[in-house]
């Protein structure tokens, strides 16, 4: 089936760093990825939908110049949280599809702890 | 617009007993209904979706899900749970009419199957 790699899974960073986190479609070819927020014993939360080779489209209330995303390939987004604050630790999971109205595949999440 | 409802945050069931995911959604297009399932730190995986076609939607691990459009519901279910089925459960829809594979997911729903 279709894989979705993210990396890295867990990062710890310190207050005003920035962290990159990839997700990579590993056996298809992802037209659109999805970045999602999750908080604890929470919902996911869309922050925005890249697709590949055009600006990200960001969902209301979420900062497009603190979480940079770039779609640069059709196997690969990336989502920058820049500057990081403590309330910026949550749990950042992609999803990726390959084409219009199949599931979305999703990678295994990665854990944002900011000291 | 688009929303999902899962009206319970955690079911409990014995082992071996059906087991019951509660899910109602709201569109103002055509439903495209899905289903995750998500493990500790762990992204989503999924599970069977709805698209058109049979009410009665078979998936994965022996669960399956019937679409009822009069209750705009679409209730997930698995005849004999299993331990291993402890987990947090997603229901999900897309606007059928609306562009871009942009899903809005439900509250969440955590399975607890005692033994």
């Known amino acids: 089936g279709a894989v979705v790699s993210q990396h890295p899974s867990r990062v710890i960073c310190k207050s005003g760093t920035s962290v990159k986190i990839e997700c990579r479609s590993l056996?298809?070819?992802?037209?659109?990825m999805f970045w999602y927020r999750q908080f604890p014993k929470k919902s996911l939360m869309l922050m925005a939908t890249?697709?590949?080779?055009?600006?990200?489209?960001?969902e209301q209330g979420v900062e497009k110049d603190k979480f940079l995303i770039n779609h640069a390939s059709l196997t690969l987004s990336t989502l920058t949280v820049t500057s990081a604050h403590p309330e910026d630790s949550s749990f950042y999971i992609c999803?990726?599809?390959?084409?219009?109205?199949?599931?979305?595949?999703f990678g295994n999440g990665t854990r944002l702890t900011v000291t | 617009a688009q929303s999902v409802a899962q009206p319970e945050d955690q079911v409990n069931v014995a082992e071996g007993n059906p087991l019951t995911v509660k899910c109602t959604y709201s569109?103002?297009?055509?439903?495209?209904l899905f289903w995750y399932v998500q493990y500790p730190n762990r992204g989503l995986q999924f599970l069977l979706k709805?698209?058109?076609?049979?009410?009665l939607v078979k998936g994965s691990y022996g669960f399956e899900a019937e679409f009822n459009k009069s209750q705009t519901s679409f209730h997930l279910k698995k005849p004999s749970a299993l331990v291993s089925d402890s987990a947090l459960y997603f229901c999900?829809?897309?606007?059928?009419?609306?562009?871009?594979?942009?899903?809005?997911f439900g509250g969440g729903t955590r399975v607890l199957v005692k033994p």
């Open positions: 709805y698209i058109t076609g049979d009410n």
């Open positions: 890249s697709n590949e080779g055009s600006k990200a489209t960001y």
């Open positions: 056996d298809f070819q992802a037209t659109t």
């Open positions: 999803s990726a599809t390959d084409r219009f109205n199949s599931p979305l595949h």
């Open positions: 569109v103002s297009g055509n439903p495209y």
């Open positions: 999900a829809v897309r606007d059928g009419k609306a562009a871009g594979n942009k899903l809005t």
